[in-house]
């Protein structure tokens, strides 16, 4: 199980793939992989976005990501499962985050998969400023995660 | 005793600092805390609070050398 905090850009398909390789008993054992990628987007409630700073708390951060991670193991049969989040001055179509579980099925990996980026958004200290126009705002609260319901 | 306050982000900007050193003589809840380290502010309602870097209550009390934070609702991912 692997958690990274970078502060510059980086490739999530690139970090899966990386990661996979480098990690033999996933080619031997995985049967399912599942990832989810959050991008930043240009426009948010109807404004458009220039760019975005993540702030975190050093250390609660890395112990709340810990804790989420070790919550999905009591539930789910995770073989592996790397988490990347990006923190610092982002730009649009940048990667935020990245979560990658490996199980030996399918529903295991999709439902932590699932389970851990919806825990991340109500458990892990980051904030996100967004620079709209001349101005830059914090971001008040995440969404449930659907078009429907924003 | 003495513990170190923290804020972070919206917060943080609000007060214009990001940590306070609190010193004093008998145990205090996190929410007594807030009050000795804020004297003209109440709590925002949607405050946060993290003792040692874990989420606890308001009534939580807060021991000597710890570290407190208060922060805004949490928005990664």
Same mark, same amino acid.
Request: glycine share 6%; aromatic share 10%.
């Given at each position: +199980? ?18 996979? /390789? ?17 991008? +930043?987007?240009?426009? /948010? ?6 760019? +975005? ?6 250390? +609660? ?11 999905? /193991? ?67 609260? /995440? ?8 | ?14 007060? &214009?600092?990001?940590?306070? %050193? ?12 807030? %009050?000795?380290?804020? $004297? ?24 000597? &050398?710890? %570290?407190?934070?208060?922060? $805004? $609702?949490?928005? &990664? &991912?």
């Amino acid at each position: +199980m692997t958690i990274k905090i970078v502060e510059s850009h980086f490739e999530p398909w690139q970090e899966v793939q990386i990661y996979q /390789n480098a990690q033999a008993a996933l080619t031997d054992k995985a049967g399912a992989a599942a990832v989810f990628v959050g991008t +930043m987007r240009d426009f /948010n409630a109807g404004h458009t976005v220039s760019g +975005m700073r993540l702030e975190y708390y050093p250390g +609660m951060t890395e112990k709340q990501l810990e804790k989420v991670i070790s919550q999905a /193991n009591t539930q789910w049969q995770m073989l592996d499962c790397l988490l990347i989040h990006r923190v610092g001055d982002i730009l649009p179509h940048e990667a935020i985050v990245l979560v990658a579980v490996w199980s030996f099925h399918r529903g295991d990996a999709l439902d932590a998969c699932r389970y851990l980026i919806d825990s991340l958004k109500t458990q892990a200290p980051f904030w996100k400023k967004e620079r709209i126009g001349d101005s830059a705002c914090w971001v008040a609260g /995440n969404t449930k995660g659907y078009y429907a319901i924003e | 005793m003495s513990v170190k306050v923290r804020y972070f982000a919206s917060l943080r900007e609000r007060l &214009g600092r990001s940590e306070d %050193e609190l010193v004093f003589f008998a145990p205090l809840t996190a929410h007594a805390i807030w %009050e000795r380290a804020n $004297p003209d502010l109440p709590m925002p309602d949607n405050t946060l609070v993290a003792v040692n870097m874990d989420y606890v209550k308001l009534d939580v009390l807060v021991n000597d &050398g710890d %570290e407190i934070a208060f922060f $805004p $609702p949490v928005t &990664g &991912g």
